[in-house]
């Protein structure tokens, strides 16, 4: 045997698409080469624009899951594509390190159950400490899996939310809400979690699908009218613990009440709940003795039935002279419940602002773990919740229970901790959003979405606009960097750590940041009247962390050059949670109606391969690093880019990974193999054999001509659909050019050219690779953003390997242009013609089973003039692709055609004959056409290149008749399978060699070959 060229395992491409091995080889080459450093300082040097970026931080509380990596997938392609088009882009990584979800994190681990227990046990400094070590942990988990994803984001660059130098920055957003009195301290009713013992921000109540179905009282009770004897008003709730702090009762104004009377009392509900009130409570027996307005009613006293149990409740009566009393309201529901709605300002939203606008005190006696403290009296240690069953039990004992029951009903839960939310009035700091609305809904309508849905989600949350709880009575945080003077009042807000340091009444020691407990120590002497200042023991909500980072994350320079940034992708959630931070403090920073990110693409959920959602009490999570270390990156990332639109919701199912996905890629490898291989046989120069050289020769031919406009089109549709963030739909089109046009097409036109090694036919052989090779490496560059590590193997291993000039790495090459004056629609209309008819031949032969590889002597094409000399003009490769030996054209069907001997398929107005019938030397050739395909199998399987010419082949086992029909093609074979020499025999016994049974139709036979 003799091997045109050495086997390079490094310059190589194997035998097999081994996409795992090739991967690893990638990225060692990219680390030993520092080509992600070198790609960013030259964009960053020669560059056809900037494109500010800003990382949407992961938060350091978890190992990151296959769901975080489509998302990181997404990011990366469009930095490597932008990247290739000649632009700059920091694509620098940032981390979410603080807050309730890593607080949380690592009180599991330091087995507490509270946040008095923490800082009994654990202490505040400690506390710290581990809460940095946790993210450290994660973090390397992320760096690991970003590796082997290939994303080329700088590690090095990145941001920590919580180092000094960000919280600083982070304060200026702070600062400047503080100057434009948009940051307010206030009682407010805030959405509390037992549990994690903080209030959760509106953007939180509801977030990753946390109202979940839970069990509750239902309970209709009556509180009596103090002043008309047997005369009640009737009240529902679900939550009887707030008839605790309840202080009045609500009615809607113009609503007409019923004075129902039954038996001896006279119940008040609105009217139109009367009926079915009294039917849910199975009352027969009654009827509507008077009919007043909710105005009528407003201002009559009721008796508060547990001024017993309650004392202070006496005293607020006492204390203003709405307490107890009824009001009218337009929020009251006329048409659920009685149309009478008790109001607990401590405990609701709605309730607090009727309160607080009429002056009546707000009684909230509520503990930190929502206990109740000493002014709710005999309540006093218990749990709100808990004291459902007491108030139920107390109403009974008092005779104003009516009826009790459970209702399963959906209620919002922490989205972390999974508590039950109690609504309370606390005290906590502001950001009145809601004041500055009309600019974030301006500058959110500017931004591009892409799709409809997820921005109509976003826009309509904003819509909302209710202020920002900003504060977190938490610990490993962003202080809330105000000091109050313990003695007047007076507040002081400290924006660096330089003016902390420098008015501070003791100077902190060594190890001083800007976290508890070490601000807490810090303390200033009050300007007005010389108290003591304190900081308000407060830190800042997580979500404002990373959404400070487009300022905080950035020097002021850099901030103004890549700030608006491009474009951002993040999940679905962050509708409510990091789009909208990021808006909402950009809007106060700067006081216009811009935001911060001119695109933002928001990415549907991935779950298990079941459709279910991924959680860790499933125990169906799908761990990036476990599936990147079985499965190839290209393969997944192509999977997840290639399975659905970005925004739609992607079942990840790791079976799917071999099935499509690991083929188009598989595909692109052995065509490049393919061309490679056969480009080097023949001493292919592309500086010399260029496209434009092929032109000048004549030696291209429509096949090649159809091809080059064939990529323009796909060129320009894939770019236009990642411009567009159709991902799926460009990839589409990518695939379809791969596996239909190149593989299934192209290449079967010129597989016989390229076959021969006669020297006559070079020069046409070096046109086909002038052709491939732009192709080919085109397409390369292509999917250079979904799959880095393959489109760098053949950029290595096939075009550098041919061109050592091209660039160190296929990053550094430009993005693909199309060329118009390639395109070329009416021969790609010519070409469609042609395959249509190819395709009937074949529909043709399966009706006769008469094998693909069978020549046929001939065939007639009955179609419109036109149609005809189509077909014609393409003759050579009509023959070429249907196997037949002459074609004839007719407009109608010529006689003979229906004679036995002859098959036929249609399709509209083109219909295809073919004759059957063949002759010895038709036999012959369709027989060794089949016995070469078997010699071609086995010298792929004996691992030959295809280059490779062999001395001999045996074929036996073979009868009389076989062998007579083949002996004027053994020539011919022999020039097919690349060997010198082919040997037919009748028995093994004949030739000493190494056989391989295989199947002849139904026949066995022996080859051999060497
Ligand atoms: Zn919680
Ligand atoms: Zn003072």
């Known amino acids: ?262 038996d001896n009392e006279r119940w008040i509900i609105v009217k139109q709940r009367v009926e079915p009130v009294m039917q849910e409570l199975g009352i027969e027996k009654y009827e509507i003795a008077e009919m007043v307005t909710g105005k009528d009613l407003e201002g009559t006293a009721y008796d508060f039935p547990f001024k017993d149990l309650v004392p202070k409740q006496a005293e607020l009566e006492q204390k203003h002279s709405l307490v107890h009393k009824v009001i009218t309201e337009d929020f009251v529901d006329i048409n659920t419940a009685t149309g009478v709605v008790h109001q607990s300002p401590g405990n609701g939203e709605e309730d607090f602002f009727a309160a607080q606008k009429r002056g009546v005190p707000i009684f909230a006696p509520f503990d930190d773990e929502v206990k109740f403290t000493s002014e709710a009296g005999t309540f006093k240690g218990v749990f709100a919740r808990d004291a459902d069953e007491v108030v139920v039990e107390e109403l009974r004992k008092r005779g104003l229970l009516v009826s009790v029951k459970t209702v399963k009903h959906e209620y919002p839960t922490c989205w972390r901790s999974h508590h039950k939310l109690v609504w309370l009035a606390r005290k906590e700091y502001f950001l009145r959003t809601d004041k500055i609305n009309a600019k974030v809904l301006e500058a959110a309508e500017k931004v591009q979405y892409f799709y409809e849905s997820p921005k109509n989600r976003f826009i309509s949350f904003l819509k909302e606009g209710k202020p920002w709880c900003i504060s977190r009575e938490r610990v490993w945080g962003t202080p809330l960097p105000i000091w109050r003077c313990e003695k007047c009042g007076a507040k002081v807000f400290m924006s660096t750590k330089k003016e902390i340091l420098e008015k501070a009444e003791e100077k902190p020691t060594e190890g001083f940041e800007l976290h508890k407990p070490w601000v807490d120590r810090i303390t200033f002497r009050c300007e007005k009247c010389g108290g003591t ?168 031919k429509p096949a090649d001509l159809w091809l080059l406009s064939k990529l323009q089109g796909t060129v320009e549709t894939c770019t236009s659909k990642l411009e567009t963030c159709e991902f799926n739909s460009a990839l589409a089109e990518l695939e379809d050019f791969t596996i ?60 550098r390997k041919i061109d050592r000039t091209l660039p160190e790495s296929v990053n550094l090459e430009d993005w693909p242009r199309p060329d118009r004056k390639m395109q070329d629609k009416p021969l790609e209309e010519q070409f469609q013609t042609l395959f249509k008819c190819v395709s009937l031949t074949y529909a043709a032969r399966q009706n006769a089973r008469l094998k693909r590889r069978w020549p046929l002597s001939k065939m007639v094409i009955v179609a419109t003039e036109q149609v005809c000399s189509t077909l014609e003009s393409v003759e050579d490769l009509l023959l070429e692709l249907s196997n037949v030996k002459i074609a004839e054209y007719a407009q109608k069907a010529p006689e003979q055609t229906s004679q036995e001997s002859w098959v036929s398929a249609v399709e509209d107005n083109l219909q295809v004959f073919l004759v059957s019938y063949r002759d010895e030397r038709l036999l012959g050739e369709g027989l060794m056409r089949d016995l070469a395909r078997r010699v071609q199998a086995l010298r792929k399987e004996m691992g030959y290149m295809p280059t490779d010419v062999l001395d001999a082949a045996h074929i036996a086992d073979l009868d009389d008749e076989s062998i007579n029909l083949l002996q004027p093609y053994v020539k011919g074979m022999a020039e097919l399978i690349r060997t010198k020499t082919v040997h037919l025999h009748r028995n093994r016994e004949e030739a000493k060699a190494e056989w391989h049974e295989t199947q002849l139709d139904e026949k066995k036979i022996y080859v051999a070959i060497g």
């Open 1 to 262: 045997m003799t091997a045109k060229f050495k086997t390079n395992s490094v310059q190589t491409l194997t035998t097999d698409y081994r996409p795992l091995e090739l991967e690893k080889e990638i990225r060692t080459f990219w680390e030993n080469n520092r080509i992600r450093e070198k790609l960013a300082n030259f964009r960053e040097k020669h560059n056809a624009g900037l494109l500010g970026y800003v990382e949407g931080p992961p938060t350091l509380n978890g190992i990151p899951h296959i769901g975080h990596y489509r998302g990181r997938t997404m990011k990366d392609l469009r930095y490597r594509w932008k990247t290739m088009q000649g632009y700059f882009v920091p694509f620098w990584a940032g981390w979410d390190c603080q807050g309730l979800p890593v607080e949380l994190e690592v009180e599991k681990l330091l087995g507490v159950k509270n946040k008095r227990e923490l800082l009994e046990r654990v202490g505040e400094e400690r506390f710290i400490q581990e809460c940095k070590k946790a993210i450290m942990k994660y973090h390397r988990e992320w760096v690991e899996a970003d590796r082997k994803l290939g994303v080329f984001i700088d590690q090095d660059k990145a941001y920590w939310t919580y180092k000094d130098e960000y919280i600083e920055r982070e304060w200026q957003y702070l600062k400047r809400a503080w100057e434009q009195g948009l940051l307010e301290e206030g009682h407010y009713v805030v959405a509390y979690c037992p549990g994690c013992q903080t209030s959760l921000s509106n953007a939180e109540v509801g977030y990753e699908d946390s109202y979940k179905m839970v069990e509750d009282p239902s309970l209709y009770f009556k509180f009596k009218l103090a002043d008309s004897p047997d005369t009640y008003f009737l009240v529902w709730t679900t939550m009887p613990f707030t008839l605790v702090t309840d202080t009045m009762l609500a009615v809607h104004p113009e609503a007409e009440y019923a004075k129902v009377k039954i």
């Open 533 to 700: 200042m304190r900081r308000e023991d407060f830190v800042l909500d997580t979500w404002h962390n990373s959404g400070a980072s487009p300022y905080a994350r950035f020097t002021d320079e850099e901030f103004k050059k890549y700030v608006p940034v491009d474009y951002l992708t993040e999940a679905m959630d962050q509708t409510r949670g990091w789009a909208n931070t990021l808006l909402l403090e950009y809007v106060i920073l700067t006081g216009k109606a811009e935001s911060p990110y001119k695109a933002f693409l928001f990415q549907g959920l991935t779950q298990d391969a079941k459709g279910r959602k991924m959680s860790k009490s499933l125990g169906n999570v799908i761990e990036a690093n476990k599936t990147l270390d079985k499965y190839s990156a290209d393969v997944c990332r192509f999977y997840m880019l290639r399975k659905c639109s970005p925004i739609e919701t992607n079942d990840f199912d790791t079976q799917e990974l071999s099935r499509r996905p690991y083929q188009v890629l598989s595909t692109l490898y052995h065509l490049s193999r393919f061309f490679v291989q056969n480009s080097e046989y023949d001493n292919f120069d592309p500086k010399k054999h260029t496209f434009d050289w092929a032109m000048r020769q004549s030696l291209l």
């Open 740 to 799: 239909e046009v190149l593989s299934r097409l192209y290449v079967p036109m010129v597989r016989k050219e390229l076959w021969t090694d006669d020297p006559e036919t070079l020069n046409r052989r070096l046109a086909i690779y002038a052709t491939l090779w732009q192709v080919l490496k085109t397409v390369t560059l292509l999917f250079n953003p979904v799959t880095p590590h393959l489109s760098e193997a053949l950029h290595q291993k096939v075009y």
